[in-house]
């Protein structure tokens, strides 16, 4: 391939573009638990009921991902991320239209199967649209994306219920979606078929491009590449630290006004300042990536520190009015794992199956994600408000095993 200046402004067009789709991604898979308390009381649910309408969600968006990973590696990115957001967007107004309990069961699968779609579209476009030299930036501006979506969901769909009530706050965030997804309609040419991801000298910026830089068009692999220790380490990190995520995302609200006995506005604040936490340690982490290849190490240590502090505020030994300031020290020690991990799942990933090798990786973080809610719900209802933040802080410091197996594996297949 020959030089070719690539332009910053391409680059942050694509970024921008992807991780505005995933803001909303993300911000839909939020929209429910704030308003858990609402729905309760109006729907006659326990959290039990209320939590399992999360589980059947992440059952379906972890059945379909892998086979979007193989639709991506065949049509592209672009038309599957749109697919998906509409899909979302539809299950999220489906849900606050929904008369009885099942119905509202089948919106949210709907939902799942537009969930499903995010990581193996986004991944395979910014891997073929962005330079090497951003793409570890590309990789924590589009993480810190995700947790905006998280961050601002809490407030504004309480926002919303205080005058429309909780199936208004729905209908509301289904718009939003909507619109967003009318913005990427409108791009025409982010795609994964076409491109160059050429590696950029990284003092002049210019383009070096080699065979790995570029997506290849021979044949794809199939499913074995998915079989290797490296990615199946790869899917069960995702899926033990997508499980203390969403334990707390769903249920840190009703546990901290237990365990704290603080009142619903300060709980929601911590869930905020957690997932600001999270946004600034996924660029803190872009940065990282830049300046170590000890990925893996650097990545085990956040999540141990994450872990530490998340146990910790079990003990309920700090006053609540520390409790946003923990959870977003907690949220940057986790959001520094962000980018991390991408590039640990790039570099095993073979360029040509990247589309598939992150929609199976990423089922992890979807089965992590169906089991938490029904089991931290569970939890609630039997009293145990401390078990959140307790069995969030196991289930991390689980998933920091997985990824010394990752790196011993890596260091075996480079030696």
């Not at 160059?196 to 790995?212: E, F, L, M, Q, V």
């Not at 830089?213 to 220790?229: I, N, Y």
């Not at 249920?251 to 901290?256: K, T, V």
């Amino acid at each position: 391939m020959s030089s070719v200046a690539i332009p910053f402004r391409a680059d942050a067009r694509v970024i921008s573009l992807i991780t505005i789709g995933h803001s909303v991604s993300h911000f839909n898979q939020l929209v429910m638990p704030p308003l858990f308390l609402l729905m309760r009381d109006d729907m006659g649910l326990s959290f039990t009921e209320l939590g399992l309408l999360m589980t059947m969600m992440y059952v379906v968006s972890a059945a379909m991902q892998t086979p979007s990973g193989f639709l991506v590696d065949r049509i592209g990115g672009r038309k599957v991320l749109i697919g998906g957001l509409l899909l979302q967007c539809t299950g999220v107004l489906l849900i606050g239209l929904a008369p009885n309990y099942w119905l509202m069961a089948l919106a949210a699968m709907l939902s799942g199967a537009g969930n499903a779609v995010f990581h193996p579209a986004d991944y395979a476009i910014l891997n073929a649209r962005v330079s090497s030299p951003r793409l570890g930036h590309a990789f924590s501006i589009h993480g810190m994306g995700g947790s905006i979506g998280w961050a601002v969901a809490p407030f504004l769909v309480l926002g919303m219920a205080g005058p429309l009530g909780w199936r208004g706050a729905l209908l509301g965030a289904a718009l939003l979606g909507f619109l967003v997804t009318a913005l990427i309609i409108a791009q025409k040419d982010i795609d994964t078929h076409v491109h160059r991801r050429p590696a950029a000298d990284s003092a002049t910026g210019t383009a070096t491009g080699t065979a790995s830089d570029v997506v290849s068009s021979a044949a794809a692999p199939g499913w074995k590449v998915l079989l290797t220790l490296a990615v199946v380490m790869s899917f069960l990190f995702l899926m033990f630290n997508a499980a203390g995520v969403i334990a707390l995302q769903s249920f840190l609200i009703p546990a901290s006004m237990q365990l704290f006995e603080m009142p619903q506005i300060l709980a929601a604040s911590a869930l905020t300042a957690f997932f600001v936490g999270s946004g600034t340690g996924m660029v803190a982490g872009g940065f990282v990536v830049s300046r170590t290849q000890r990925h893996g190490l650097v990545c085990a240590a956040a999540l141990v520190i994450a872990a530490s502090l998340v146990a910790f505020l079990g003990t309920a030994m700090l006053p609540a009015s520390t409790l946003p300031m923990m959870m977003g020290l907690c949220g940057f020690s986790l959001g520094v794992v962000s980018p991390l991990r991408d590039m640990i799942i790039r570099d095993i990933a073979p360029d040509n199956a990247r589309g598939r090798v992150y929609g199976f990786v990423y089922t992890g973080m979807d089965i992590g994600s169906l089991f938490s809610p029904a089991m931290f719900g569970w939890v609630l209802d039997h009293g145990q408000p401390q078990w959140v933040y307790f069995g969030t802080g196991l289930l991390w410091a689980v998933g920091m095993f997985t990824l010394i197996q990752i790196r011993r594996t890596t260091l075996a297949a480079k030696a």
